[in-house]
């Protein structure tokens, strides 16, 4: 991986990194309520529904994970295949308006965001001349 300096990289790319970080931490809070109302449901219905105690686990998942590439983003490092790579944070906030919290609202609408920074020609550009 090549390093860059800040001055180098697009002002696109690092606002899209704030807002990874951001979105990535409204997935891991939502997926720990959506845990817990979960695991409430579960114990409420006496074992009967214990597969919604697991639905925020992949939210929480993912959460972590674009912390981290959000954060890397932010410093102007070059993340490799970002654009499918974020596409798991929006699935997970999907996840999350669906089945369990609203939270998942602003975090789909901060990953749609993300999506059109990543489709730009001058982020493209960019994340291309680093991959090679």
Same mark, same amino acid.
């Given at each position: %991986?090549?390093?860059?300096?800040?001055?180098?990289?697009?002002?696109?790319? #690092?606002? $899209?990194?704030?807002?990874?970080?951001? &979105?990535?931490? %409204?997935?891991?809070?939502?997926?720990?309520?959506?845990?817990?109302?979960?695991? =409430?449901?579960?114990? +409420?219905?006496?074992?009967?529904?214990?597969?919604?105690?697991? $639905? +925020?686990?992949? &939210?929480?998942?993912?959460?972590? $994970?674009?912390?981290?590439? +959000?954060?890397? &983003?932010?410093?102007?490092?070059?993340?490799?295949?970002?654009?499918?790579?974020?596409?798991?944070?929006?699935? =997970?906030? $999907?996840? #999350?308006?669906?089945?369990?919290? %609203?939270?998942?609202?602003?975090?789909?609408?901060? *990953?749609?965001?993300?999506?059109?920074? #990543?489709?730009?020609?001058?982020? &493209? =550009?960019?994340?291309? *001349? =680093?991959?090679?």
């Amino acid at each position: %991986m090549a390093t860059y300096e800040l001055e180098e990289v697009p002002q696109d790319y #690092l606002m $899209m990194g704030q807002l990874m970080q951001i &979105a990535g931490l %409204m997935n891991l809070l939502g997926g720990m309520l959506g845990t817990f109302v979960g695991f =409430a449901v579960c114990v +409420g219905t006496y074992g009967l529904c214990c597969p919604f105690m697991f $639905m +925020g686990i992949p &939210a929480m998942i993912a959460g972590v $994970m674009e912390l981290q590439w +959000g954060t890397d &983003a932010t410093k102007g490092r070059p993340v490799e295949n970002l654009k499918s790579k974020s596409l798991g944070g929006l699935f =997970a906030s $999907m996840l #999350l308006l669906v089945s369990v919290t %609203m939270l998942g609202l602003p975090g789909l609408i901060l *990953e749609i965001i993300i999506q059109t920074k #990543l489709g730009q020609r001058e982020v &493209a =550009a960019f994340l291309d *001349e =680093a991959d090679d």
